[in-house]
């Protein structure tokens, strides 16, 4: 298979998942109003599109690579987002970083790269449904034990009850996005009719699931937050089942959103695709800057929270800007993709007719 086209769409997606991230980190979450409902609308989808994207980049990493040019850069990647992301909660109380579940999930990649496409269908299934049940088991039993996310100072049997139950990011539930997306890097995103029907699915699945929810939470009373029900409902961040299918369908409706207009409006995509390729800079450096200037008791209302969001955007922006007249990649990009971990070039010996007499 020759090399594959960057993608403009799938980077402008990564930049609005980015984007959507700053505006639920800053806060505040709990929403009343409609148009507070709709600022937020991010909220459970941007860190779900984010995993999404690093699922399907993923299937286009390992797609051409084996053996060596497969498990040393791909060991090099899993060691620098775990420790990026535990220095990172390291920092702060008011951000749950996302970088350490990254971490075990392209650790499980190339396991999951292995299976069929219809093997991770069903996997895909039994996910969304078994591990929210477990998830609900373990909170039961537990009562509803919950935390931060791993930081530099936890214990690693403690650290590894955060990446797979009581996280913010738990990887019982969190592995369906992330899946999805390795699908999605098996099939022909540069054929229209493909995408469109992927945007029609994702949209189907993400409205659809969000109505059942809704619903079922509407008749559940206040029964739907405890126990059992709680798999009938749809709160973000809930780590339930139609949350799951919600977040993830409309995180594949704005990747074929984003792929669509990214061939017809090119131009006009690419100054939001130029943002996506400094993603893991930009979410480094956004967690930082929050870890400055957001109190610990968050921050009281929307007004003071789209302030902070759009000067820490701007801030963002004139990063990218800066940095892009450099010609170099982002700093963190360049540290995770590092000449280093390439293999050397092979060595061409000369033939029997070459050789010097």
């Known amino acids: 298979m020759g090399p594959r086209p960057r993608l403009v769409g799938l980077d402008a997606a990564r930049a609005l998942a980015i984007i959507g991230m700053v505006v639920v980190n800053v806060g505040p979450t709990n929403a009343e109003t409609v148009l507070e409902r709709l600022y937020l609308l991010p909220f459970g989808r941007a860190s779900v599109l984010f995993v999404t994207i690093a699922g399907l980049g993923m299937g286009f990493f390992l797609r051409r690579r084996s053996g060596r040019a497969l498990w040393s850069p791909l060991a090099w990647r899993v060691l620098l987002l775990l420790a990026v992301g535990l220095a990172l909660q390291s920092t702060t109380q008011t951000v749950s970083v996302i970088l350490p579940t990254y971490a075990v999930l392209f650790l499980l990649a190339p396991l999951l790269w292995r299976m069929p496409t219809r093997w991770l269908v069903a996997l895909t299934l039994v996910v969304t449904v078994a591990g929210p049940a477990l998830l609900v088991r373990y909170d039961i039993t537990h009562l509803g034990i919950e935390d931060q996310g791993p930081s530099l100072g936890t214990p690693p049997d403690e650290a590894l009850r955060s990446l797979l139950i009581t996280g913010p990011y738990p990887l019982l539930s969190w592995t369906v996005p992330f899946v999805v997306g390795v699908i999605l890097s098996r099939v022909d995103l540069t054929s229209t009719a493909l995408v ?14 969000f109505v059942v929810a809704t619903t079922a939470t509407a008749l559940l009373g206040p029964r739907a937050d405890r126990g059992w029900p709680r798999l ?126």
């Open 196 to 209: 469109r029907r992927l945007a029609v699915w994702g949209g189907v699945a993400a409205v659809g699931a």
């Open 232 to 357: 009938l409902t749809g709160v973000a961040h809930g780590q339930m089942p139609l949350w799951l299918v919600s977040a993830t369908g409309g995180a594949v409706l704005v990747i074929a959103a984003c792929l669509l207009l990214g061939r017809r409006l090119g131009r006009l995509m690419s100054g939001l695709a130029v943002m996506g390729t400094y993603a893991l800079t930009l979410y480094v450096l956004h967690v930082l800057v929050l870890a400055v200037v957001k109190p610990d008791e968050g921050l009281g209302s929307f007004i003071a929270g789209a302030g902070v969001s759009a000067g820490l955007l701007a801030l963002l922006v004139l990063v990218v800007v800066l940095w892009e007249r450099t010609g170099l990649p982002g700093p963190l990009e360049w540290v995770l993709r590092h000449p280093w971990l390439r293999p050397p070039p092979p060595v061409e010996h000369p033939t029997a007719q070459e050789t010097p007499r």
